[in-house]
């Protein structure tokens, strides 16, 4: 969903020809702030990220080679 959201970004900037407005990561991240629910999808997206790093710890200790 963070990715989405700095592909969205880029494509906004590509859209209206202004390179100022694309971002990275961390700009997609304030921008999710500033929304109404901007907090609970911050939650969310982290959540996502613990899990994959949580998921990525078993795969890397008990996958046969």
Known sequence: MALGAVGLLVLIATAAHD????????SALKAFLKQP?????????SLGLMAYGVFSLFRSRYQRL
């Open 37 to 45: 629910f901007g907090g609970w999808v911050l939650g969310f997206v």
């Open 19 to 26: 390179p100022s407005q694309q971002g990275g990561l961390d």
